[in-house]
């Protein structure tokens, strides 16, 4: 990850970004053992998801996109 890529990011979103691989896709579980709620962690994926960095897979899982 870049620098560029995490600039304007919310410190939940960019924890979040962190732990994502392209090729490693990850559960909930895996965002909320950094320590955030359930909805900062919802809202982080939602802002991701709509900002065209991050894909939600099937199963419930998130990847880099």
Do not use: N
Request: proline share 6%; no cysteine; aromatic share 8%.
């Amino acid at each position: 990850q870049t620098e560029e890529a995490t600039h304007g990011l919310s410190p939940v979103e960019r924890d979040v970004y962190s732990i994502l691989r392209k090729a490693t896709p990850k559960t909930f579980d895996d965002f909320i053992a950094l320590g955030y709620t359930v909805p900062e962690i919802t809202a982080a994926l939602t802002m991701l998801e709509i900002k065209g960095m991050i894909i939600s897979m099937p199963g419930g899982t998130y990847t880099r996109s």
